[in-house]
């Protein structure tokens, strides 16, 4: 099987979570095609998650740029969403709802987790969605360009100091509320789900409990099969159609031929209704991997627009389109019918950019999969409809090193957060996280999918996608998705109880 | 009452814990007599806590100098000393004992903690005593000159990166020894126990259970009062005699108005057999106030040399000196009498040298205090013996910047590893802490005294004083100490008998 010198790459750009894609203020990241950009930002927002629905005040709070050490860097300046409109106050000691900010602009993230927003009327919560430092505008050295100019201005850009800044900034904040007393709950999706995990872990004293939706917390090392991703993407458009997985899993080699022939890129250029020529075929692959692994995480039962204007069931809707070909199509014009289902379902593009990896160095997300979020993954040889392919440390190494002069620590996360054996760590020490999981989530494979103990719990769903339990609920939410926040609300409900009550008797005592 | 200009320092330098005295390679540092260079180290050590009692190996480790960033720093070697001659081994899951070495040499340490060494052939365990970074010869940068040359040499001395180091430390070793199935257990005194109680809290995945001797971590912000520290320092003397507390309280006055007296400083130094002429009053202050601090801390009821060579319950034999001169002997040759059970008990030495505060820079606890250990200190002015003081973080901070260029958080250590309603935190979330405290040590006050669950138990001792339980056993051993340190054996037996049952019960599943 004739095999892209570098088709690697696109492996290791996958590890970057979803919310790169539109988060992110450089129009060419990702695997997003450049024409997304003539939708301004706040029409796209009006249209998906109604901003009349959110009220919040926007502030900004005085951070050290390094929470571990003393080196003399300049304090930046972490942005903040707040609304206390539902806040029973500090007198009642009303809780605060606090939103785990994770890789990407916090406004986005705010619109796209409605969950949150909803729950706050009825527990009379504060809300709090604090910003990721080095996303949006929480940039230190006051711009990103300086912030993203090279490994030592990026090298305050990690999980910990991130949670530094959350521990920080909660305890400031009630500290000038005068609400010592009042109980912190937790809230992350994806990256944010494992931030608000391992914080509760890290930092019990802070918060009372956390809501980790998908969070692949074991996504490192060899704590899950590196195949787990891939085949879990593999699988979600096996269910659908097996002529559909057999089509994409024959197309890269029909790809790889065609790019190889004289005129080759010429004609892929034209199947593709590319809108500039394209240069080499791994382009064109990173584009398709990219976007079936994007449509296996937003693969909601619901039209939605949290990446790209989808319908209901969109993977459904790809391996329709691929399989519905009239006889005789080719396979790489059936792919292209499918893929336009993810780039193009409103029709409106006429071509499509594909995005430019060389300029990875603006990306926080692939700084971090470089520095601390090593996340082995392979491509297996049966279950996987992508090109086989085998995690090597080495070469991933040595992209990074190309792309950022950084050397990942691909056995830090375990060390600092766990992993290996985290049942039994889970089980003897945390208490009140959930783990809520779709299992059509190629991510749900690197979480914890079962219960741990009494109050740490495994939610999982087998029709849910990436963290679809924290977005707004609509008139077309399953029952299972109803149920499921349901549940949620009753244990952060215990929770809240549980904590009054030490309180009431601490107090009575 | 005649106060001295500059007399809150020796308060400030008094929060240095009192390992830094002997294990600074710095001859004029902290509060011991420069003639105490004359006992070579190893002489010292001969007769204190006989070598031949240790085997150990000493290796060294490669470490990041900074854990928690991606900067560009060059690694060090952390030295560790390590014993597996009574270990049990990988295959029967053998634990491994692990001291968290504090501000000192680590040799210092591993000798000054035989019970660490005296419990591991009784469990089959091996010994791990790495050492701090940026103590002994555990140096960033290859050197003590330049690791201590200023505040951005110095930025990576934190506990954090320490806790760090050690979770790397560990995790390698076990998988270099094949021995990930080993439980660990923490050890630790003073700064170090406080090490041990919050790499548990942090670190619950790599050791199942930490015994914190003598370790104030509640010593920090409000949460114990101010005054805590030297009034159990004056109560230990005013509990052996009020004469002996009063002539003390009284001499502060005397000192200060020789000092103003023409001839004054050379009459004090006279009174107090100084080997250079006193240069000012505060000097004496607080070589005094030091000793007084010190000899609490090491009130040990038999003859020991932890700091120096030291009857058994040396206070009684300072108040006995003090208490017992011939009627009209002035307070000041009183005090001095007392004095020299601390600094002259063998008698060898004809004059002592006062250390020089002006060099604090190259002592890293002195760093540590002026950036994450700020503890506050106060001198009350009715239970305290030393002159009355209240603490003020105005004239800290600006004492630290001048000395270091460093500002202190003062609010840091509780958001990163909390002390505001500890006990609730530790109730829900800790486990397989024993916080032992000795009530003569003033650290005592800062640290947890009450049981907090059924796993989290404070064994409190009166009589005990600084991390005595973790000393070698010795003949003179009174019952409660023989008492103390069997219930904690018993503790850390149970801790590994759950261990092995979990692993048992998971394997048999």
């Known amino acids: 099987m004739a095999k892209l010198k570098h088709s690697h790459l696109s492996l290791v750009h996958l590890t970057i979570f979803i919310i790169t894609i ?21 029409s796209r927002r009006n249209s998906q998650s109604p901003k009349q629905r959110l009220q919040y005040e926007t502030r900004y709070f005085a951070q050290n740029l390094d929470h571990f050490s003393f080196s003399d860097t300049p304090k930046f300046q972490q942005r903040y969403l707040i609304n206390t409109e539902h806040w029973v106050g500090p007198q009642r000691q009303g809780p605060i709802f606090f939103y785990c900010g994770n890789e990407g602009d916090i406004e986005w993230f705010a619109e796209n987790t409605g969950f949150v927003w909803e729950l706050a009327p009825r527990f009379g919560a504060m809300v709090l969605f604090p910003e990721h430092r080095y996303y949006g505008e929480s940039m230190p050295y006051g711009s990103k360009e300086v912030a993203y100019k090279n490994a030592s201005t990026l090298s305050f850009l990690t999980a910990e100091q991130a949670l530094a800044d959350f521990a920080v900034l909660i305890t400031e904040l009630k500290r000038n509320a005068s609400a010592e007393g009042c109980p912190v709950v937790l809230f992350g999706g994806s990256y944010g789900g494992m931030l608000a995990a391992w914080m509760r872990l890290k930092y019990p004293h802070i918060a009372i409990g956390a809501l980790a939706s998908s969070a692949p917390i074991l996504q490192f090392e060899d704590i899950v099969p590196p195949e787990t991703f891939y085949d879990i993407v593999s699988e979600d458009f096996r269910r659908e159609s097996s002529s559909c997985f057999n089509t994409i899993k024959e197309s890269w080699d029909a790809l790889i031929a065609e790019g190889q022939k004289h005129n080759g890129l010429l004609q892929l250029t034209k199947t593709f209704h590319l809108c500039g020529e394209l240069k080499k075929t791994e382009d064109l692959v990173n584009w398709l991997e990219s976007a079936y692994s994007y449509l296996a ?36 014009e059936r792919i292209f019918e499918g893929i336009s289902v993810y780039y193009n379902y409103t029709g409106k593009a006429d071509c499509f950019e594909l995005e430019d990896y060389s300029d990875v160095g603006t990306d926080g997300w692939n700084w971090q999969a470089c520095t601390e979020m090593v996340m082995p993954m392979s491509s297996s040889r049966d279950g996987s409809m992508f090109q086989t392919y085998d995690y090597n440390f080495s070469s991933f ?62 939610l999982v769903t087998e029709e849910g996608a990436h963290h679809i339990d924290l977005r707004f609920s609509t008139k077309g939410d399953p029952e299972w998705l109803i149920e499921q926040r349901a549940t ?20 009575d005592m």
């Not at 990702?30 to 003539?38: I, T």
């Open 397 to 458: 190494q040595e992209e990074c090193w190309k792309d950022f002069k950084a050397k990942p620590r691909p056995t830090w996360i375990t060390t600092e957060f766990g992993g290996h054996d985290i049942k039994a760590t889970l089980e003897n020490f945390g208490s009140n996280i959930i783990f809520s999981n779709g299992l059509l989530d190629p991510w749900s494979g690197g979480s914890v999918l079962k219960n741990v103990s009494e109050s740490i719990v495994a």
């Open 22 to 42: 539109i988060a992110s203020t450089v129009p060419s990241l990702a695997s997003s095609p450049r024409f997304l950009g003539k939708f301004s930002r706040s």
């Open 488 to 507: 949620e609300i009753k244990l952060i409900q215990g929770w809240l109880d549980n904590f009054y009550q030490e309180k009431k008797a601490a107090f």
């Open 297 to 332: 995480m937003v693969n909601y039962p619901y039209a939605s627009a949290f990446l790209m204007p989808l319908p209901g069931h969109p993977i459904r809707e790809v391996c329709r389109r691929i399989d519905g070909c009239p006889d005789g199509t080719s396979t790489l």
